[in-house]
C-alpha cells in the first residue's frame, strides 16, 4: 500500500480536500485503484449533528455514514464508494481507546495521547486502506488528507501518528504533500513567507514535505518556486503551482500540466504509465444551451448544498448545457422571481423556517407548469403542497412543523429516539420503480439503491386519497413512499432519497438528467 498524506498550513479553506481528490484522479487515469482517508481532528464522532451553515453539506457514504463534504468530493472525482471506516474524527479514536480501557484490553497501563492514541490512528488509517475493495479489486495507494492546519492543538496526534508512519514505511511506500497558501501583494508579487513558516512548523513536528502546493490567484513562476525550494528544501520540481480555476474538475489538469504526477509516481515508485483523457474530455466538454435554476434554499451558504450543485453541473455538461444556479432565500419566495426560472428546486433541510415559502415554489411549479426536483424535505413538502391545494386538506402538514393534518409522519422507529447522532434512516435502501412512470423511463430499469437522510415519511393514512386525486407514487420501499410524480405536467418529480449523493461527472444522477433536459424543453418552448 502506498501512502499519500496530505497536509495543510497558512489558514484551512485553501483547498486541501479538492487536491487530495484531484492526485487521486491523476493516479486513477494511469490505471492505479485508489482509495481515500478524511481525518477531521474535531471531538465530534460524525459531522451528522453539526450546523450545516457552519460546517457545509453532510455528505452520507453508502453505509449511512454522515461525514465531511470532502469526502463527496472524494467519491466526484475518483469515482469510487467510500464507507464509515474512511472518515476518522478524534471523536472515533478517543471513543475507540476509551472502550477499549474500560474493558480492560490495555491490561493496567497507563493510556497516554502516545502511543495508545496514536496507535490507534495508524490502525484505522491502515484498515481503512487495506480493506477497502473496489469494483476493480483492491487499491493501489491511499490519500489521507490531514483536516485542519498545521499548529492546530487538535490535529497534533494525528500528525504524530503521520509522523510514526513515515518512519515504519518501506522506501517508496509514503509521500507528503503540504498545502499552502502563496498569496499576491499589492503589486501583484508572489510572497513566501507564509509558506516558509508553514513548512517549518511542520519540520519542527518531525514531518519533512517531499511536495508543496501552493495555492494562489496567480501563477507561481520559477523564480518563486526557485525561494521555496531553497528555503524549505525541496526539489524545484517538486513545489507545484495550483491556481485558482473556474471549476474545480480542471484542477487535475491543472496539476498535471505542472509535472505533479511524474514527480508522484518517480517518489512512490510507480511504473509510468500513460494517463487515459476521457475523464479530462468530459469535464471540458463545451456548453452550446444555458438554463436557469432555482434553488430555494433555507441555509443561504453554497456549501449546504454542495452535491446539488454539481450533480447540476454533471447533469448540464452532459448535455452540453450550463446550468446558472439562482438562489432565493425560502422566506422571500415570491412567484414574480419563480416565473422568471426554467426550473425548480427544492433542496432537503430541517425545521420549520422557510417552509411555507417551499411550499408556494412547488404550488408555482405545480401550477405554471414549471419542471420541479423536490429532494428528501422537497419531497415531503410536495406531498403536503398536494394535499393542501388538490386533496382539500388546508391544514396538511408535517409532525416536523406543528399542529395540523399530519399527512408527513415521524418514522415508527424514530419515535422513541433520543440520540440525534446517526438515528436517522441513512445510506442505501433499495426502491421498486413502478411500470410505466417517469421514474422508470429516467432510469430504465425497475430496482435501483439510492441514498437517504431522514426521519419522516408519508402518511400512509393519506395515500390513497393522494392517489385518488392524481399524485402518482412512483417508486417504493416496502409500504415506504420513496418518488413521487405528476403525469400532466412537464416534469414534477420529487425524491424522498438524496440522488445528488450517487452522481458523478460520468455517470448523472437520472433524475438530474430528467430536470436538466425538462428544464431545456420548456425553455426552447417559452422562446418559440
Known amino acids: 500500500?502506498?501512502?499519500?498524506?496530505?497536509?495543510?498550513?497558512?489558514?484551512?479553506?485553501?483547498?486541501?480536500?479538492?487536491?487530495?481528490?484531484?492526485?487521486?484522479?491523476?493516479?486513477?487515469?494511469?490505471?492505479?485503484?485508489?482509495?481515500?482517508?478524511?481525518?477531521?481532528?474535531y471531538l465530534n464522532i460524525d459531522a451528522g449533528t453539526m450546523n450545516p451553515a457552519q460546517h457545509g453539506e453532510v455528505f452520507v457514504l453508502r453505509d449511512g455514514a454522515e461525514v465531511d463534504l470532502d469526502l463527496g468530493n472524494y467519491e466526484r472525482f475518483m469515482d469510487i464508494e467510500l464507507t464509515n471506516d474512511h472518515n476518522i474524527t478524534t471523536g472515533k479514536v478517543y471513543r475507540t481507546v476509551i472502550e477499549k480501557e474500560r474493558r480492560g484490553d490495555y491490561l493496567g497501563e497507563t493510556v497516554q495521547i502516545i502511543p495508545h492514541i496514536t496507535d490507534m490512528i495508524k490502525c484505522q488509517i491502515k484498515a481503512a486502506a487495506e480493506s477497502w475493495r473496489g469494483s476493480e479489486g483492491a487499491a493501489d495507494a491511499c490519500i489521507v488528507e490531514v483536516g485542519g492546519t498545521v499548529g492546530d492543538i487538535e490535529s497534533m496526534p494525528f500528525l504524530e501518528a503521520v509522523r510514526q508512519m513515515h518512519g515504519e514505511a518501506a522506501p517508496g511506500d509514503f509521500v507528503l504533500i503540504h498545502v499552502t497558501l502563496v498569496?499576491?501583494?499589492?503589486?501583484?508579487?508572489?510572497?513566501?513567507?507564509?509558506?516558509?513558516?508553514?513548512?517549518?512548523?511542520?519540520?519542527?513536528?518531525?514531518?519533512?514535505?517531499?511536495?508543496?502546493?501552493?495555492?494562489?490567484?496567480?501563477?507561481?513562476?520559477?523564480?518563486?518556486?526557485?525561494?521555496?525550494?531553497?528555503?524549505?528544501?525541496?526539489?524545484?520540481?517538486?513545489?507545484?503551482?495550483?491556481?485558482?480555476?473556474p471549476d474545480t474538475y480542471h484542477v487535475p489538469m491543472e496539476l498535471e500540466k505542472e509535472g505533479l504526477a511524474d514527480v508522484l509516481t518517480d517518489l512512490l515508485q510507480l511504473e509510468v504509465r500513460q494517463p487515459s483523457n476521457d475523464w479530462y474530455r468530459i469535464v471540458t466538454r463545451e456548453y452550446t444551451n444555458r438554463i436557469t435554476v432555482a434553488i430555494v434554499t433555507k441555509?443561504?451558504?453554497?456549501?449546504?448544498?454542495?452535491?446539488?450543485?454539481?450533480?447540476?453541473?454533471?447533469?448540464?455538461?452532459?448535455?452540453?448545457?450550463?446550468?446558472?444556479?439562482?438562489?432565493?432565500?425560502?422566506e422571500d419566495c415570491t412567484n414574480g422571481v419563480l416565473s422568471e426560472v426554467d426550473g425548480i428546486l427544492i433542496p432537503g433541510g430541517f425545521g420549520s423556517r422557510g417552509i411555507e415559502g417551499k411550499i408556494e415554489a412547488i404550488r408555482c411549479a405545480r401550477e405554471k407548469k414549471i419542471p420541479l426536483l423536490g429532494l428528501c424535505l422537497g419531497f415531503q413538502l410536495a406531498v403536503i403542497e398536494y394535499a393542501r391545494h388538490r386533496a382539500a386538506i388546508p391544514d396538511a402538514t408535517s409532525e416536523e412543523m406543528g399542529e395540523g393534518t399530519h399527512v408527513i409522519m415521524i418514522l415508527p422507529e424514530q419515535e422513541n429516539e433520543t440520540d440525534l447522532g446517526g438515528t436517522m434512516r441513512l445510506g442505501d435502501y433499495p426502491i421498486s420503480i413502478r411500470a410505466g412512470t417517469l421514474a422508470e423511463k429516467l432510469y430504465e430499469r425497475g430496482?435501483?439503491?439510492?441514498?437517504?437522510?431522514?426521519?419522516?415519511?408519508?402518511?400512509?393514512?393519506?395515500?390513497?386519497?393522494?392517489?385518488?386525486?392524481?399524485?402518482?407514487?412512483?417508486?417504493?420501499?416496502?409500504?415506504?413512499?420513496?418518488?413521487?410524480?405528476?403525469?400532466?405536467?412537464?416534469?414534477?418529480?420529487?425524491?424522498?432519497?438524496?440522488?445528488?449523493?450517487?452522481?458523478?461527472?460520468?455517470?448523472?444522477?437520472?433524475?438530474?438528467?430528467?430536470?436538466?433536459?425538462?428544464?431545456?424543453?420548456?425553455?426552447?418552448?417559452?422562446?418559440?
Open 183 to 245: 498569496p499576491a501583494d499589492t503589486m501583484g508579487d508572489l510572497k513566501t513567507k507564509p509558506t516558509q513558516h508553514s513548512v517549518k512548523a511542520l519540520r519542527e513536528l518531525g514531518l519533512y514535505p517531499d511536495i508543496i502546493v501552493g495555492r494562489s490567484d496567480l501563477p507561481i513562476g520559477s523564480n518563486t518556486k526557485r525561494k521555496i525550494s531553497a528555503f524549505c528544501d525541496v526539489p524545484q520540481q517538486a513545489v507545484i503551482s495550483a491556481t485558482t480555476v
Open 447 to 528: 430496482e435501483i439503491t439510492e441514498r437517504h437522510r431522514h426521519r419522516y415519511e408519508v402518511n400512509p393514512e393519506y395515500i390513497p386519497l393522494l392517489e385518488e386525486k392524481g399524485l402518482i407514487f412512483s417508486g417504493r420501499n416496502g409500504d415506504r413512499m420513496e418518488i413521487l410524480e405528476i403525469p400532466d405536467h412537464p416534469f414534477f418529480f420529487a425524491t424522498q432519497f438524496h440522488p445528488e449523493f450517487r452522481s458523478r461527472p460520468t455517470r448523472p444522477s437520472p433524475p438530474f438528467l430528467g430536470f436538466v433536459k425538462a428544464c431545456m424543453a420548456e425553455k426552447k418552448t417559452a422562446e418559440r
Open 1 to 41: 500500500m502506498k501512502y499519500i498524506v496530505v497536509t495543510g498550513g497558512v489558514m484551512s479553506g485553501l483547498g486541501k480536500g479538492i487536491t487530495a481528490a484531484s492526485i487521486g484522479r491523476i493516479l486513477k487515469n494511469r490505471g492505479y485503484i485508489v482509495t481515500a482517508v478524511k481525518i477531521d481532528p
Open 299 to 330: 441555509y443561504g451558504i453554497e456549501d449546504v448544498y454542495i452535491s446539488i450543485k454539481e450533480a447540476l453541473k454533471h447533469a448540464g455538461r452532459s448535455l452540453s448545457t450550463e446550468v446558472n444556479i439562482r438562489w432565493i432565500d425560502a
